[in-house]
């Protein structure tokens, strides 16, 4: 048959097919597609899997981390015959990871490149799913399934995660690179936290820092449960505690820093 009935009229087979492709369909070749772990990111779950995952690297970070700089208050230890504070014996021990199959502070700096990639993805897949979520709901929603936890801090998640940005900045700048502390020597973890946290300006800014990602690291521990899909209401009061748990060590070891300083039972070493 050349014709074929279109509606209530016959269309001749011959121009139908002169019309060409229909729109949006391919010619010569499929379309290219892009790369599954991309083609995900594109998509609102994708970046919730990735603020979550992030968010699991980031808590890891700041618990372990907290929990070496405790080592503060053990004071002098012997260390191969000599006296050291036993938290520059552990940070050499930092730098010296994975030696001599890398050279010294090698890992140490892939740790922190990682961190530092953590952070720069958890801060775009935030704003991208703002985006996303602007777009789709102009008015703001509340999901009545959602245990009401956390409504402080919710509201101020985007502002507590830029302080937490440029403390870590800081942070960097004070303790490893050494550009923002005049008392700083490289490898003498104790003398550069009693140099830089002696300055109450800076204690303060520490202590108001950690108060705001004690506030993050809530809603955060809250929330990435959610992200993954482990959000049942029968596990909400589990999740809240952990979520108080995690962000009440963390705030309460890492203010307990600059106090300690301040209070003059981290001192200036002696050694």
Known sequence: MDEYRRGNSVTP??????????????????????????????????KKYVMAITGIIGIGF??????????????IVEHHGEEAYDIDVYGEFLRE???????????????RLVLI???LLHV?????????????????????????????ASRTMRWTGIIVVLFLLWHLADFTWGWANPG???GAVYRNMDASLSR??????????????GIHLFHGTWSLFQSMGWNNPRFNQ??????????TAIVVGNVSFPIAVLAGIIQEPTV
Not at 17 to 33: D, E, F, H, I, Q
């Open 13 to 46: 087979m011959s121009q139908t097919l002169n019309r060409g492709p229909v729109s949006g369909t391919a010619v010569g070749g499929r379309r290219k597609r892009k790369p599954f772990l991309i083609d995900l990111y594109s998509t609102a779950i994708g």
């Open 62 to 75: 700041v618990v372990v981390h907290m929990i070496g700089n405790l080592k503060a208050y053990l004071g």
């Open 97 to 111: 990871l994975l030696v001599p199959l890398l050279p010294r502070t090698y890992f140490l700096w892939i740790l």
């Open 117 to 119: 990639g953590a952070v």
């Open 124 to 152: 775009h897949a935030a704003w991208g799913l703002t985006v996303i979520n602007r777009r789709a709901r102009p008015d703001k929603y509340r999901s009545p399934r959602d245990y009401q936890v956390a409504n402080f």
């Open 184 to 186: 700083f020597e490289r």
């Open 200 to 213: 109450i300006p800076v204690a303060a800014l520490y202590i108001v820092a950690n108060i705001a990602l």
């Open 238 to 247: 589990w999740r809240k505690g952990l979520a108080v748990a995690i962000a």
